[in-house]
């Protein structure tokens, strides 16, 4: 709109100069032939001319400005890009490096199946990965730089439950679905209708934890070891500790910690005095080989049991022996004969020549998640993406059959495994249902 009237209120000033306010009303208004053709008969042929000339280079312009106009809504429409741009936040650095690495690979492992069959739609996906550092507000950072720069039409992360936390609101204000693949805190998709996740959440996790605890090991008494400053660990401990007394176990002790710290004499001495029958210790890998070794040193024989967090290539290096015999929660079955959990193994261990994880799983799943996403909403848009994702209903991934419910986050099972030396041998699977 703004376009036509700038150039009728120059078309009137260039005509009124030579022929008046007529003129001007009829060109602007679009009044008949008859009118244009008396002040042509009027007008010298080197005017004639003159007006035909301004006519074509002003007809001209306008064509240009309309190509230019489109030109830049389409560069600043990320749908409108040749391939689908979706930004990686992760801990790919720092403390957690383990955690990022690993999601990241799966990550890649997915877009090279994807883009080597034609892609979605044609287009292919291309992945831009920015590194947290493991910390929560580089998070809060790197969304930003995802949203602003690289104008990404989705986003996948991250695994810490605090770093998505951080992210979420910003991706929410920009209008960007994410997708975090392990992030098991309940608070993080109450961040906003965009916000969704593939992993199980950590209410389930803690209820199944200490129905486990209670039933198949038969503990009455438990005790807790977790990070007081950590979104995970404290909300983990917290739906441990209330499911466990609700089926009539007691919580004998107690103790926190706070911060990077790698000393846990204190808290360990005052948990073991109380002598439980296990403790629950819902940190991560880089914390519980620490704490394993300080429980063994001060005699404590019992088992431990964590959740998800405590899942790495590093666990038996950083526990060593201190971990034999303790539990702890997993997001896949790797055992489970589906061939597309067995096709994405064999994938796995052929690109990256190790063994796969359930994180690797899940950074896997989301990417193939957002592809359905993208089909079951007609486009790559980030509109259409958020659509998408709220429509997925029996959704066949890696880590399990899941919906996506009204709260956008994925019920499935959880997985024990027990710890024997370096292996892991899956105890019990533990559905939704299950838990009463």
């Not at 439980?276 to 819902?282: E, G, S, T």
């Not at 998640?369 to 659509?387: C, F, M, N, S, V």
Request: hydrophobic fraction near 40%.
């Amino acid at each position: 709109m703004s376009v036509m009237a700038a150039s009728s209120n120059k078309r009137g000033r260039i005509l009124g100069s030579r022929g008046g306010k007529v003129r001007a009303k009829a060109l602007v208004t679009g009044r008949p032939k008859a009118i244009l053709a008396r002040h042509h008969t009027s007008m010298g042929c080197g005017e004639t001319a003159m007006n035909r000339l301004w006519m074509a280079t002003s007809a001209m312009a306008l064509v240009l400005l309309g190509v230019h106009l489109t030109a830049c809504k389409q560069s600043s429409d990320p749908a409108a890009s040749e391939d689908i741009p979706i930004g990686v936040y992760l801990s790919l650095s720092g403390a957690n490096a383990d955690f990022g690495v690993t999601t990241k690979n799966g990550i890649d492992l997915a877009v090279e199946e994807i883009n080597a069959a034609g892609g979605i739609g044609g287009k292919k996906i291309r992945v831009i990965a920015k590194d947290t550092r493991s910390k929560p507000e580089e998070a809060q950072t790197v969304a930003k730089q995802l949203a602003t720069q690289d104008k990404v039409v989705a986003a996948i992360g991250s695994v810490e439950s605090g770093q998505s936390i951080k992210a979420a609101p910003v991706f929410q204000e920009a209008g960007i679905p994410m997708v975090s693949p392990s992030s098991t805190n309940p608070d993080v998709t109450k961040q906003g209708d965009r916000i969704f996740r593939v992993c199980y959440l950590d209410d389930f996790q803690g209820q199944a934890c200490a129905d486990f605890a209670f039933k198949d090991m038969k503990a009455t008494k438990a005790g807790l070891l977790y990070a007081a400053d950590d979104d995970y660990s404290k909300g983990l401990a917290g739906f441990f500790r209330e499911h466990f007394k609700k089926l009539g176990g007691e919580i004998v002790a107690e103790a926190t910690f706070q911060g990077d710290v790698s000393e846990f004499k204190d808290q360990v001495s005052a948990v073991a005095a109380k002598e439980p029958a296990l403790v629950f210790v819902p940190v991560y890998y880089s914390k519980i080989g620490l704490i394993a070794r300080e429980f063994r040193k001060q005699g404590f024989k019992g088992p431990l049991l964590g959740g998800d967090g405590w899942e790495s290539e590093q666990l038996v290096q950083l526990a060593g022996e201190t971990l034999e015999g303790c539990y702890f929660g997993y997001h896949y079955d790797p055992e489970d004969a589906d061939p597309k959990v067995q096709g994405y193994i064999k994938g796995y261990r052929e690109k990256f020549k190790k063994e796969p994880n359930s994180l690797s799983a899940l950074g896997y799943d989301a990417v193939y998640a957002i592809k359905q996403a993208i089909e079951l909403g007609g486009g790559p848009g980030r509109d259409q993406i958020t659509e998408g994702l709220r429509k997925i209903r029996g959704f066949k991934g890696v880590t399990g059959t899941f919906d996506i419910d009204e709260n956008r986050n994925a019920r499935k099972p959880i997985t024990m495994l027990k710890i024997g030396g370096t292996d892991l041998k899956k105890v019990k699977v533990i559905q939704p249902g299950d838990i009463k």
